[in-house]
């Protein structure tokens, strides 16, 4: 069965600090991986996909088979970036199988 | 564009009432998804339908009902409403493997 493990709940760093956000998947066959991102009290929004390799608001996330891994990482991290980071590879059947969530807590 | 929109945006029900929550979409997607958000839980699968006329389980289906009543919309269903229940609801529709959110529904049941 597919799964994906978010393995911290929170996240903590101070202003400007690199953060890298951790997932890990088991997938059989090839991923399509997701990460969403929850502002407060606000919708879930898409912030990058791996197939279209690009930055999002200065972050990145880098698909790693050999590890198994597909960790969201932002070289200087910002007040504003503080939300629920959600890693979801997408399963079997086409649906988006969302990890637990790490919640980045950016402090000034 | 509204996107996903749900109602309603807040709901307090008592343990065993019933309601439906409302979920409507205006981007000519085919699939659209219940999921609930727990703290600590992240946001597991209700129910979905791939296309108009069709539903199938998620990962959490009991206790709740839904139906795919044309493209546009999804209503999910409490019959018996019990404080498990007590959850974010999030609707979602989607192109390919690209999913849109709705707001959310906050329900509270006492």
């Known amino acids: 069965a597919q799964r994906v493990t978010q393995p911290e709940k929170l996240l903590s760093v101070f202003k400007g600090a690199p953060v890298e956000l951790k997932c890990n998947y088991s997938y059989s066959g090839s991923p399509e991986l997701f990460w969403y991102v929850q502002y407060s009290r606000q919708r879930l929004q898409l912030l990058l996909r791996?197939?279209s390799r690009e930055s999002i608001k200065g972050f990145t996330a880098d698909l790693n088979k050999g590890e198994t891994s597909f960790h969201l990482k932002k070289p200087f991290a910002q007040e504003e970036d503080s939300a629920m980071y959600y890693c979801a590879p997408r399963g079997s059947q086409g649906n988006l199988i969302f990890g637990k969530g790490t919640k980045l807590s950016v402090k000034p | 564009n509204a996107g996903v929109t749900q109602t309603p945006k807040f709901q307090v029900l008592k343990t065993g009432q019933s309601m439906t929550l409302q979920c409507a979409q205006d981007m000519n997607h085919n699939s659209m998804y219940w999921y609930r958000q727990d703290p600590g839980m992240g946001l597991r699968l209700i129910y979905y339908s791939a296309s108009e006329g069709t539903t199938d389980k998620g990962e959490v289906p009991n206790g709740y009902n839904v139906s795919r009543l044309n493209k546009r919309e999804f209503s999910l269903r409490l019959e018996s409403a019990a404080p498990s229940q007590t959850s974010v609801y999030f609707c979602?529709?989607?192109?390919?493997?690209?999913?849109?959110f709705g707001p959310g529904t906050r329900l509270t049941v006492t």
């Open positions: 979602a529709s989607s192109e390919a493997s690209l999913k849109y």
């Open positions: 791996h197939i």
